[in-house]
Each structure stands twice: as C-alpha cells, then as structure tokens.
C-alpha cells in the first residue's frame, strides 16, 4: 500500500494534479480523475493503475476532441491518431465508444460529410469517392449508401464546366485531350468523359479561324 503524502496543483495547467505517494511525487492526474482523492488516503497497487489507465483515457479524449475540432473524422482515422500518439488498444476503444456516444464520431454521417465537401468543392468519380472512403476505413455498406443518389454526369459536368474556360479558343482535339484527361484525372470513365467533354465543346469550343 502507498499513502497520498500530496496533491498539489499542475502549475503550468491547473486542470491537472500532482500526486505524492510515501512523500515522493507519483504521477500526475486529471483534475476529474484526482476528484475523490485526499492526502493520508492509502491505494493499492491495483487503484494506482487503475487511476492512470482513467488518467490515459481522460487526456486521450480530450487530445481525440481536439483532433475531431478541425474536421470530422472516422473511426479508423481517430484511432490511428491516437495509436500514433502512444495509446494501446484498450484506452482508444474506450475512448472510441464514449465520442460514439456523445455523436461526437459516426462513420455514416462522416461518409455523408465527405462526400458532399467532394461534390461542393472538388467532384470526383464514384470509384474515385470510393477509394477515398476505403482509405478512411468506412466500410463497403456505409461507402455504397452513402455514394447512392451521386450523379456522375451532374458531378463531372460541374467540374468540367469550369475547367473548360481555360481551353476555350483551343482547337478541337486539345480541347478534347487536355478536358478529357483532366476529367479521367478525377476517376471518371470512358463513357462519362466522352459525354461531357463533346457537351463542353458545344459550349466553349471554338476553332480557330482561318489565317
């Protein structure tokens, strides 16, 4: 048994505590981790590890909240992180479980997210969107519903409409090359490609005129 001899405030952050066992400093815990302690308060061993296994979970939420503030995450994102950091197995599926509780971490809203900041700022394919999701480690059901009302023709005209201003007054096979390359770059297949730039063409293209 080890006697809390001290508890003592952090002082470059006062929402941790400095514990003291036997007169000697121990570890340092979260304030809502170090709650129910007091000084003259015996642990065992097994209490001891159980505060810094709480003390763990308690800082890798917080660090989780933070890395999820910027943008939205997956779960096999969140729990990347927080392995790269340093945090076993155990601690991050707690931790995964408790922001899945506070709807804090979803995988089908994240998927919904992703595709939709896709299709606003930067379209790419279904098989391209896909890949994408995989890569986050959504899972093929989620990946399939969330990409099942995408309109590949609407997402790459979109795309192309824009692109295609910069060949305007390009002869016809650069325009075609250069737009339908450009296109393929964003996943999109043969037929799509061909359908949208003959469309573009209509629109923009223009041979140049006789000297």
């Known amino acids: 048994m080890a006697v809390i001899t001290a508890l003592t405030a952090q002082k470059r952050n006062r929402d ?8 000697e400093f121990a570890f340092g815990l979260a304030l ?3 709650a129910w302690l007091k000084v003259g308060q015996e642990l065992t061993a097994e209490q001891i590890a159980e505060l810094q296994r709480n003390d763990a979970r308690e800082v890798g939420q917080q660090l989780a909240i933070n890395y999820i503030s910027y943008r939205p995450r997956s779960v096999a994102e969140l729990s990347s992180h927080l392995g790269d950091k340093g945090y076993d197995d155990e601690v991050v599926a707690l931790i995964v479980e408790k922001l899945q509780s506070l709807e804090l971490l979803n995988d089908k809203a994240f998927a919904a997210y992703w595709v939709e900041q896709r299709e606003t700022f ?9 890949q994408e999701l995989q890569q986050k480690g959504i899972s093929r059901e989620l990946i399939e ?5 995408l309109d590949e023709s609407a997402s790459a005209r979109r795309v192309a409409a824009k692109q ?3 060949y305007a007054g390009l002869p016809r096979e650069t325009f075609r090359n250069k737009l339908g390359q450009f296109l393929q770059r964003r996943g999109y297949g043969y037929e799509v490609v061909n359908q949208i730039v003959n469309e573009m063409w209509q629109s923009v293209g223009e041979e140049p005129a006789d000297s």
């Not at 519903?145 to 009302?149: I, P, R």
Request: charged share 30%; no cysteine.
């Open 164 to 166: 295609s201003k910069r």
């Open 16 to 23: 941790r505590v400095n514990v003291y066992l036997d007169g």
């Open 122 to 130: 930067r379209p790419k394919s279904r098989i391209a969107l896909s």
């Open 145 to 149: 519903s969330s990409l099942a009302e």
């Open 32 to 34: 809502i981790t170090a």
